[in-house]
T-cell receptor, first 113, second 113 residues
Framework: AQSVTQLDSHVSVSEGTPVLLRCNYSSSYSPSLFWYVQHPNKGLQLLLKYTSAATLVKGINGFEAEFKKSETSFHLTKPSAHMSDAAEYFCVVSNTGFQKLVFGTGTRLLVSP | EAGVVQSPRYKIIEKKQPVAFWCNPISGHNTLYWYRQNLGQGPELLIRYENEEAVDDSQLPKDRFSAERLKGVDSTLKIQPAELGDSAVYLC???????????FGPGTRLTVT
């Protein structure tokens, strides 16, 4: 069975500073990994996905993530936070592409002026 | 292009009452998912439809939950009778095929008192 662990329930940054949201995964097979973002009263939106191609994945809104098999990690980063980045972020793993997604517990990103 | 539509957005009911949620997927999407998201948790899959067929309902509590997807388009998720522990956000998602990206609706927040 696969699972993900999001190491921080809350992360607070100032606008313009870097963002780091940490995720470790567990999977018996070569996993597909995703990051989703959930803004209040909005649907979950796919930020980026890793499906065994390049280990550094670029997503929307300036986010990127690096797949590190040796560390079983898939951390999400952004060089400079914007106020609009404040939301809940979910790390997600699957052994079957998009078919069966297993979500982490989420990390709430707070961005202060 | 319209996204996944869900209604109602909010519902408050007393325990032991029935409740139903409705989902209209993105036009042309064959695969439809229902998820439940408990407070402070990531979404968990309840059921997946391929057209009219429920192909994965292993996580659906069948004693009180039921779902249908008539004509392979809209879907309804029902709980009867509701229990206090059913309070959660119920999310609907759709994808072109099961291998493709899932698009999520805004969810229905259910409160059982």
């Amino acid at each position: 069975a696969q699972s993900v662990t999001q190491l921080d329930s809350h992360v607070s940054v100032s606008e313009g500073t870097p963002v780091l949201l940490r995720c470790n995964y567990s999977s018996s097979y070569s996993p597909s990994l995703f990051w989703y973002v959930q803004h209040p009263n909005k649907g979950l939106q796919l930020l980026l996905k890793y499906t065994s191609a390049a280990t550094l994945v670029k997503g929307i809104n300036g986010f990127e993530a690096e797949f590190k098999k040796s560390e079983t990690s898939f951390h999400l980063t952004k060089p400079s936070a914007h106020m609009s980045d404040a939301a809940e972020y979910f790390c997600v793993v699957s052994n079957t592409g998009f078919q069966k997604l297993v979500f982490g517990t989420g990390t709430r990103l707070l961005v202060s002026p | 292009e319209a996204g996944v539509v869900q209604s109602p957005r909010y519902k408050i009911i007393e325990k032991k009452q029935p409740v139903a949620f409705w989902c209209n997927p993105i036009s042309g999407h064959n695969t439809l998912y229902w998820y439940r998201q408990n407070l402070g948790q990531g979404p968990e899959l309840l059921i997946r439809y391929e057209n009219e067929e429920a192909v994965d309902d292993s996580q659906l509590p069948k004693d009180r939950f039921s779902a249908e997807r008539l004509k392979g388009v809209d879907s309804t998720l029902k709980i009867q009778p509701a229990e206090l522990g059913d309070s959660a956000v119920y999310l609907c998602a759709s994808s072109l095929e099961w291998v493709h990206e899932q698009y999520f609706g805004p969810g229905t927040r259910l409160t059982v008192t």
